[in-house]
């Protein structure tokens, strides 16, 4: 089972920029579908951004100002945030599973803790 592990949240201004990182452990990474959800105060958790084999994908809030990348070699994934706003305030998860469909409909085998983005207006 792999263990994933969030880092880089953290209190911004509004139209600022965050990285966040998920770094992944105890599993093959190259063979793991992999993806960032949100989960604001009240609300329920959404699919930001993800990894297939093949593409990547983002859901309609990220596109355009969220980028996403892994780094085989270092076992870890990113979340580049540009342009922030405050409705982007949340806990950002980090999720792996062997098969995309489980990570965007949010049924991975592993999630991560989570790292808290607080976006100030």
């Known amino acids: 089972q792999v263990q994933l592990v969030e880092s880089g949240g953290g209190l911004v201004q509004a139209g600022g920029s965050l990285r966040l990182s998920c770094e992944a452990s105890g599993g093959t990474f190259s063979s793991y579908a992999m993806g960032w959800f949100r989960q604001a105060p009240g609300k329920e958790r959404e699919f930001v951004s993800g990894?297939?084999?093949?593409?990547?994908y983002y859901a309609d809030s990220a596109k355009g100002r969220f980028t996403i990348s892994r780094d085989n070699a270092k076992n870890t994934i990113y979340l580049q945030m540009n342009s922030l706003k405050p409705e982007d305030t949340a806990v950002y998860y980090c999720?792996?599973?062997?098969?995309?469909?489980?990570?965007?409909?949010?049924?991975?085998?592993?999630w991560g803790q989570g790292t808290l983005v607080t976006v100030s207006s």
């Open positions: 990894f297939s084999r093949y593409s990547t």
């Open positions: 999720a792996a599973d062997r098969q995309f469909m489980d990570v965007r409909q949010g049924r991975a085998d592993a």
